[in-house]
T-cell receptor
Framework: AQKVTQAQTEISVVEKEDVTLDCVYE???????LFWYKQPPSGELVFLIR??????QNEISGRYSWNFQKSTSSFNFTITASQVVDSAVYFC????????????FGTGTKLQVIP | GAGVSQSPSNKVTEKGKDVELRCDPI?????LYWYRQSLGQGLEFLIY????????KSGLPSDRFSAERTGGSVSTLTIQRTQQEDSAVYLC?????????????FGSGTRLTVV
């Protein structure tokens, strides 16, 4: 069975601080996909990134970066120089091979960036 | 359409009544998913449709829940004899069946309140 754990329920940081959101996953599949989604106060989930299990390269996109480590089954998300607009709930998710099957979501981490 | 459209955006119903929630996916997306997000919780998978294949109903919480997808496009999630624990935001998502790095596109959800 698949499982995604986001141990941090809520995090508060002051604007311009860096923050890392943790994600640990469990799966028996050798091929799987990992995702991060952002859910701002408006409620609509916004896709941020999709990684497959064969690609452990870290990825950077602007102020966002992701650290995928199969050895620890983790897929952590770092926001550098946080901004108030980053305030949202962030979900880590996992799906089976192909990524078109059901996606298992973590319970989310609520990030509050204080000006 | 340009995005995933869900209606109604809000629904208040009396306990014991039936409700229908509608999802109109992005044109050309063959995969459609329903998720439920209860207050302060993660996203709970309900059901997944892929083209003409039999849907994956493994997430439906009880036989009061059913969903159909007509013509491979619009989907309706029906909850019969609603209970207060059914109160949640019901999210629909769609994706292309072919390989994509764009993840799932979610609608804004239907907030269901059972009183």
């Amino acid at each position: 069975a698949q499982k995604v754990t986001q141990a941090q329920t809520e995090i508060s940081v002051v604007e311009k601080e860096d923050v890392t959101l943790d994600c640990v996953y469990e799966t028996r599949d050798t091929t799987y996909y990992l995702f991060w989604y952002k859910q701002p106060p408006s409620g609509e989930l916004v896709f941020l990134i999709r990684r497959n299990s064969f690609d452990e390269q870290n990825e950077i996109s602007g102020r966002y970066s992701w650290n995928f480590q199969k050895s620890t089954s983790s897929f952590n998300f770092t926001i550098t120089a946080s901004q108030v607009v980053d305030s949202a709930v962030y979900f880590c998710a996992l799906s089976e091979a192909g990524g078109y099957q059901k996606v298992t979501f973590g319970t989310g981490t609520k990030l509050q960036v204080i000006p | 359409g340009a995005g995933v459209s869900q209606s109604p955006s809000n629904k208040v119903t009396e306990k014991g009544k039936d409700v229908e929630l509608r999802c109109d996916p992005i044109s050309g997306h063959t995969a459609l998913y329903w998720y439920r997000q209860s207050l302060g919780q993660g996203l709970e998978f309900l059901i997944y449709f892929q083209g003409n294949s039999a849907p994956d109903k493994s997430g439906l919480p009880s036989d009061r829940f059913s969903a159909e997808r007509t013509g491979g496009s619009v989907s309706t999630l029906t909850i019969q004899r609603t209970q207060q624990e059914d109160s949640a935001v019901y999210l629909c998502a769609s994706s292309l069946a072919a390989g994509t790095n764009y993840g799932y596109t979610f609608g804004s959800g239907t907030r269901l309140t059972v009183v």
